[in-house]
């Protein structure tokens, strides 16, 4: 049974893996049994973390990305394909976002939220199932929703935006590519401490309202998500595509 979940040999590329949730998931992934490959806008967060996979015995390769950039993603693309590097797993991590009322976003702030999370998502996704597609292998793509994926949050009309994005692009890639064996899911973490939430957490009127509304009392541990991404990832979850899972305390059922 353990071999279900067993990751040897397998190969998977991160994005924003260089700190907060993309990191915890790598390291997840690499205690499994995973090689990795990061990419981050920061060489000195990549060289940390790869530091860590390393010592767990496994091999790690990391890469400077922008994925708001569509010609830097096909770029990385190029490099993995020189190095004989072909990831089996998928991992759309990066993230942004900036709290702000809805009369007041701009387009700049608009369009860096969607092509971050949303459009770069999409693109690095089809990179890698143009690959395994051309090689006729298993792959699995794993993207990061939200609670907004479902619900909407005031001051956080792009970011909603562009993860109920996730949410619909998680359902047509998977009903397209199911056929090339490539499975598409999507995670969505509730509310867990990052650099990305911090503002939140600084308000304890915040933190006690939002504690109130969540059945199990409590937020969300890095440590909380291991077992949903090696799962997705695995041979445990062959016949699952197109699902969103919410890891929330229950949030999302009691609302």
Not at 62 to 82: A, M, P, R, T
Not at 158 to 183: F, H, N, P, V
Not at 212 to 222: E, L, Q, S, V
Request: aromatic share 10%; hydrophobic share 40%.
């Amino acid at each position: 049974m353990n071999n279900l979940f067993n990751l040897k040999g397998k190969l998977a590329l991160i994005t924003g893996s260089g700190r907060g949730i993309g990191k915890s998931l790598s390291l997840a992934l690499a205690n499994a049994g995973c090689d990795i490959i990061l990419t981050s806008r920061s060489i000195n967060e990549l060289e940390k973390v790869k530091s860590e996979i390393v010592s767990l015995g496994r091999k790690c390769h990391f890469f400077i990305l922008d994925v708001k950039n569509v010609e830097g993603i096909k770029n990385l693309y190029s490099k993995l394909e020189q190095l004989s590097l072909y990831p089996d797993i998928l991992v759309n991590n990066a993230g942004t976002e900036e709290v702000r009322p809805s009369k007041d976003v701009d387009e700049e702030l608009w369009d860096k939220i969607l092509d971050t999370n949303l459009k770069g998502a999409f693109f690095i996704s089809q990179c890698f199932a143009t690959q395994l597609i051309v090689q006729k292998k298993y792959g699995s793509i794993i993207n990061l929703g939200s609670l907004s994926s479902s619900i909407g949050i005031p001051t956080a009309v792009a970011y909603t935006s562009s993860k109920a994005g996730i949410l619909g692009m998680t359902q047509a890639l998977s009903a397209e590519w199911a056929s090339d064996k490539i499975r598409v899911n999507a995670i969505a973490p509730g509310y867990f401490r990052t650099d990305l939430t911090e503002v939140f957490y600084k308000d304890q009127n915040w933190q006690k309202s939002m504690l109130n509304k969540i059945p199990m009392k409590r937020f969300g541990k890095m440590e909380d998500l291991d077992g949903i991404i090696i799962f997705l990832a695995s041979n445990a979850s062959s016949y699952i595509t197109g699902q969103i899972f919410y890891v929330d305390g229950g949030f999302i059922s009691s609302i």
